[in-house]
């Protein structure tokens, strides 16, 4: 059985820095496509951060310079570092697992995220 466990979200000031956690279990999180989302109240749910098997890593324009995604393959986890936050980084963050190859996708729960200003 497959679970992304995200934590790590919490009440923020503006300008603040959290970090979120994603442990994986029932998946090799280096060889799949690890990704951050996010959904606001009222809007779609959006990439935020990603990181695929080879270590490239893409960025939403909004987080660049800001948000860092990165992994231990020790513990089997997915971090995403952010900093510098803004009250419209306010969201649920959630964790996915993608691999084309063995066309699987998963999600986590959500973690959220508030940052007030």
């Known amino acids: 059985q497959v679970q992304l466990v995200e934590s790590g979200g919490t009440l923020v000031q503006a300008g603040g820095s959290l970090r979120l956690s994603c442990a994986a279990s029932g998946i090799i999180v280096s060889i799949y496509t690890m990704g951050w989302y996010r959904q606001a109240p009222g809007k779609q749910r959006d990439l935020v951060a990603a990181?695929?098997?080879?270590?490239?890593?893409n960025y939403a324009d909004s987080v660049k310079g800001r948000f860092t995604i990165f992994r231990d393959n020790a513990k089997n986890t997915v971090y995403l570092q952010m900093n510098s936050l803004k009250p419209e980084d306010t969201a649920v963050y959630s964790c996915?697992?993608?691999?084309?190859?063995?066309?699987?996708?998963?999600w986590g729960q959500g973690t959220q995220v508030t940052v007030s200003s």
């Open positions: 990181i695929t098997d080879s270590g490239s890593t």
């Open positions: 996915n697992a993608r691999h084309i190859l063995f066309n699987k996708n998963y």
